[in-house]
């Protein structure tokens, strides 16, 4: 790791942080994706059909659990982020267990988004397919938030709002 002191902080650059930075762009393409099929307008009969929410979300949770498995290799696998943040601030290790279970809890609740779509027939199961995925949304960007932070609090650097 290259670091260079700057008082009691440092700014750091890894493999491990490349990865996450390099991984961040991808993964907030597939949030917004999720989120523009939520944004789409209804269909009239509101059950699903050619243009209905839960046809439009498969394709945007499909993307998404293929970008968010790649975050979850990317950080979690030995040597990525997460190893690296335990080994430079260790007492960081509670948030990083957090980040452990978020990521199972989220990557369930995209399976479970994708099975409550092929399920949906009815506009009361559209509906629960609408809200689920609305707050998988809300959790995502929690999520993603919460983690420019701890890379923050770890590193001392910002990899980017934006990315």
């Known amino acids: 790791m290259k670091q260079r002191e700057v008082g009691e902080a440092y700014e ?14 991808s993964l907030r393409r597939a949030i917004a994706g999720l989120e523009a099929a939520l944004a789409a307008p209804q269909d009239p009969d509101g059950l699903g059909g050619q243009d209905g929410l839960p046809t439009r979300l498969i394709p945007a949770l499909e993307r998404l659990q293929e970008v968010f498995a790649v975050h979850v290799e990317v950080t979690e696998a030995p040597g990525g982020l997460y190893h690296e943040i335990m080994e430079n601030a260790p007492r960081l290790a509670n948030r990083v267990t957090r ?9 369930d609740g995209i399976r479970r988004g994708l099975a409550e779509c092929a399920e949906a027939n009815d506009p009361d199961a559209v509906q629960a397919v609408r809200d689920h995925a609305v707050r998988l949304f809300a959790d995502l960007v929690r999520h993603r938030k919460r983690g420019l932070d701890l890379v923050y609090e770890a590193y001392h650097v910002d990899i980017g709002g934006e990315s």
Do not use: M
């Open 99 to 107: 980040f452990r279970r978020e990521h199972a809890e989220l990557t």
């Open 12 to 25: 750091a650059s890894t493999s491990a942080l490349e990865a996450a930075k390099g991984q961040r762009l």
